[in-house]
């Protein structure tokens, strides 16, 4: 069993940043793949970036690429998510999670295990 818990979310103008945290419960964070993800009411969950549980592949959607990056510490059980040059568009509720042994399907929500409960993060125009 893995608890997510995110913080670092919240009110930003746009071409501003924030940088969101994941802390994971348990002993084992480090045999996870990790992911974000995030959701408008009314629209579908979003694959964001995802990081092997080595730290040594990483995936990101288009629309964020350069501009957010994902980044793990198992010694702190942490996942990370920076995001610099935020736009409105990116406005939603951001959710990590955790996987084992995605391979290659890093980007697939069904195939992750576990859930956090979400942060807001409200881009201001």
Not at 56 to 81: E, H, P, W
């Amino acid at each position: 069993q893995v608890q997510l818990v995110e913080s670092g979310g919240g009110l930003v103008q746009a071409v501003g940043s924030l940088r969101l945290s994941c802390a994971a419960s348990g002993r084992t964070f480090s045999s996870y793949d990790m992911g974000w993800f995030r959701q408008v009411p009314g629209k579908e969950r979003e694959f964001v970036a995802a990081i092997s549980r080595s730290g040594g592949r990483t995936r990101y959607v288009d629309s964020v690429k350069g501009r957010f990056t994902i980044s793990r510490d198992n010694a702190k059980n942490t996942v990370y998510l920076q995001m610099n040059s935020l736009k409105p568009e990116d406005t939603a509720v951001y959710s990590c999670a955790a996987g084992l042994d995605l391979g290659n399907r890093l980007q697939i929500g069904a195939r992750y295990d576990y859930w956090g409960q979400g942060t807001q993060v409200t881009v201001s125009s």
